[in-house]
């Protein structure tokens, strides 16, 4: 079984930058696609970036240019690097686990305050 665990979550200003990692238990993790998801209050769940157990990666139209997925499978984490962050960013982010057929595994969320 897989366990995630996120981290590097907190307040910035607008403007600013975090980096959220998300490290992952077990021996399968460069097999895993990996996502980080985000929940706004009072809004749905939504998909803000992806990752491939290979190298091709994907983006909400709200970050392109702004956030940066990536991987280390030595270190079984996977990344989010986010530049220029909004207040619209505000949200618990999730980082979330796939290999289908076998598994689906979501972290606890990490809270990111941008203020104005």
């Known amino acids: 079984q897989v366990h995630l665990v996120e981290s590097g979550g907190g307040l910035v200003q607008a403007g600013g930058s975090l980096r959220l990692s998300c490290a992952a238990s077990?021996?399968?993790?460069?097999?895993?696609?990996m996502d980080w998801y985000r929940q706004a209050p009072g809004k749905q769940r939504e998909l803000v970036a992806s990752i491939s157990s290979g190298v091709y990666t994907n983006y909400a139209d709200s970050v392109k240019g702004r956030f940066t997925i990536s991987r280390d499978n030595a270190k079984n984490t996977v990344y989010l690097q986010m530049n220029s962050l909004k207040p619209e960013d505000t949200a618990v982010y999730y980082c979330?686990?796939?290999?289908?057929?076998?598994?689906?595994?979501w972290g606890q969320g990490t809270l990111v305050t941008v203020s104005s």
């Open positions: 979330h686990a796939r290999r289908p057929g076998h598994l689906e595994v």
């Open positions: 077990g021996s399968i993790f460069s097999m895993l696609g």
